[in-house]
DNA sequence: GTGAAAGCGCTAACAC
DNA sequence: GTGTTAGCGCTTTCAC
């Protein structure tokens, strides 16, 4: 059986109606749903909307006024764990409330960034979801303040996910992850098992993820009563290959360390591979720790102590938030917990 | 400096007509690009439009018939590394096209599958992709089926990513790699290191993916004379965890094996650790390869032997072909090439 | 119950 | 150059 000659393509409501012989607006409330309609109609109508293969056109639909709400996720970059972690719970929240969810990876530039919250904003999305830290700078400030105001004002909303938070007054969400408070902990749990000199392997120093983390080591160390040697703690991003190049590097420069706290287990599993290509045994030469918990972290060998951050409960939350919003509301500020989870690759210091 | 205090939320083009004193076309003209207008009104209408922070609805500038058109990207879970990576790749290609791209997560339910499609339909999108491989059954076909006609029929178009091919004359566009090869020179490459019995750590059995890279397993073991023992290979998915069961049990069973190939580099993660929790050493005591190239395969210890598949490229040559096509344009088949990547984790066999 | 008409926000053809 | 009108595909009064 072939199915259906003419071309839907343009198959519109009104031919739906014709082939049913009735109006559109009977059509239209057949397919609304619960419209009293005759049987009979009813039944004709489902008949030619079935032949002709027909969908409403949800556009049409939006702009009349009963559309599928749409949401935005914009990212970096998907293949970053934690952001498909993140990915995957505002996705599934957002199917889950009925609505349809947009993403886009900017690549880390801040003009495409304002480029798609426009869009999102033509769009109508209900919400758009900006994840991913980045540096703390007045042109940041301005640029989403701007970004929020504008959303608020078309009935939209702003959530910042992981990222700094603007100053009072703004309408936005920002939803953040103990970042300090995890790093805290996490090296005191390195500190505790009698290490001293213990490496950080950070990110970029203007970035507000990393500085949360690297200010976490400070602290932690502070609170033991030892001032953290300030050649131990280096710089990069929070890539693979930055981890890589950083612990060889270190390597090379003979630092004295007996530890090393990565600032994301992607760095920790760079830096995890530089150690073995050098020979070393970790735990047992050198102790190694990340942050994220993301899945691979137990699969790297030794399994990777770190701290777990729930990325895709913050998702999840972050559009449970957002759509639970009236659209005016003035800022609001929730923080998640972390904790650390110790696994294989930190042992303790023996002399 | 205050912004905006009238609600922009139901700013239309006619309030910003209204306040530049022009009619609502002329607004348009000045929006719309090159249509001539004079300097003075232009001004201020852009002044107008600045003013109330102004953008024009997507939605119904789609159904007038100069939107941005849309692709959606259909999958089982973004948080599968390979899965992101393609993803990468239609969204980067996807957005330098100039479209919007919708991303859904099925979670393997089929019935999700097709409910998105139809609101892919719905929305007009121009073209949707399914990735992911499955079950080739007859009910697949024919869902399949349905939905690449309803998608041509309705000018849009349905791209196979990865998975089962219809019948010849389905409107589809499938794009896959070479499973079978690939595993074929894998194995091969297993084999003339001087190992017999190597272990095959497949998917489920009745996915198209994972019956591939099983020929390919079986193939090369046939094309150097010997008959694989049926013992040796295993069903189970292609997730960490069915890897790590899997070899577990096979340990457990002390099976008879040198090597292991699993399906995926995320089953070869999860045999890995279920090796070094067994105290065994690779590739000392067992090798062990992958298939897919994540980019962890190489941070795992040792480095994954594996085999390379073009993710992101899969994507973006997705989307180039979708948007390229003519609706109606019967099928089309391409087959990307993979090659093994030689790593550490396969050591010829001693004695 | 059902149809005609108005309206959603926009663009485009057609005047002037 | 610019305004008026019609029309995109749909829903929703408002009549009958």
Redesign the interface.
């Known amino acids: 059986m072939t199915?259906?000659s003419e071309?839907?393509?343009r198959?519109t409501i009104r031919d739906v109606a014709a082939r049913a012989g009735v109006s559109a607006s009977t059509v239209s409330r057949v397919l609304g749903g619960v419209y009293p309609v005759s049987a009979a109609t009813r039944t004709r109508v489902m008949r030619a909307v079935r032949e002709m293969?027909y969908?409403?056109?949800?556009?049409?639909k939006?702009?009349a006024g009963v559309?599928?709400p749409t949401l935005a996720f914009v990212l970096e970059?998907?293949?970053g764990?934690s952001f498909?972690?993140m990915?995957?719970g505002v996705?599934?929240e957002a199917?889950r409330l009925g609505h349809?969810?947009?993403?886009?990876?900017t690549?880390g530039d801040a003009r495409h960034e304002v480029e798609f919250v426009?869009?999102m904003?033509?769009?109508?999305a209900a919400a758009v979801i900006l994840v991913g830290g980045g540096a703390d700078t007045a042109e940041y400030r301005e640029r989403t303040r701007?970004m929020a105001?504008?959303l608020a004002?078309?009935?939209s909303r702003l959530v910042l996910c992981g990222r700094p938070p603007l100053g009072p007054g703004a309408p936005v969400t920002v939803i953040e992850y103990d970042n300090e408070g995890g790093a805290y902990a996490l090296v005191a749990h390195v500190l505790v098992q009698g290490h001293q000199r213990v490496l950080f392997l950070g990110g970029k120093s203007d970035h507000t993820t990393a500085q949360g983390r690297e200010r976490g080591y400070l602290a932690a160390h502070r609170a033991r009563g030892v001032e953290p040697a300030e050649e131990l703690v280096l710089h990069g991003d929070f890539t693979?290959d930055s981890g890589h190049r950083l612990m060889r590097e270190a390597l090379e420069q003979k630092l004295d360390f007996t530890a090393v706290v990565a600032a994301t287990d992607m760095v920790a599993?760079?830096a995890?591979?530089a150690l073995?290509e050098a020979g070393l045994s970790v735990p047992r030469d050198v102790s190694l720790a990340g942050y994220d918990d993301i899945?691979?972290a137990?699969?790297?060998?030794p399994?990777l102590t770190t701290v777990h951050v729930p990325y895709e409960e913050l998702g999840r939350l972050a559009v449970r938030t957002a759509l639970g919003r009236e659209?005016n509301t003035p800022d609001e500020h929730l923080l998640l917990g972390t904790h650390v989870v110790v696994r294989d690759s930190v042992a303790p210091l023996k002399e």
Chains 1, 2 share one sequence.
């Open positions: 199915r259906k071309d839907a393509s198959s293969d969908v409403a056109d949800a556009r049409a939006a702009i559309g599928t970059d998907i293949t764990p498909a972690l990915a995957h996705e599934r199917t349809l969810c947009l993403v886009c990876s690549e426009e869009m904003r033509a769009q109508r701007r105001d504008s004002s078309a009935g693979r599993a760079g995890l591979t073995h899945p691979f137990r699969d790297l060998h399994a659209p």
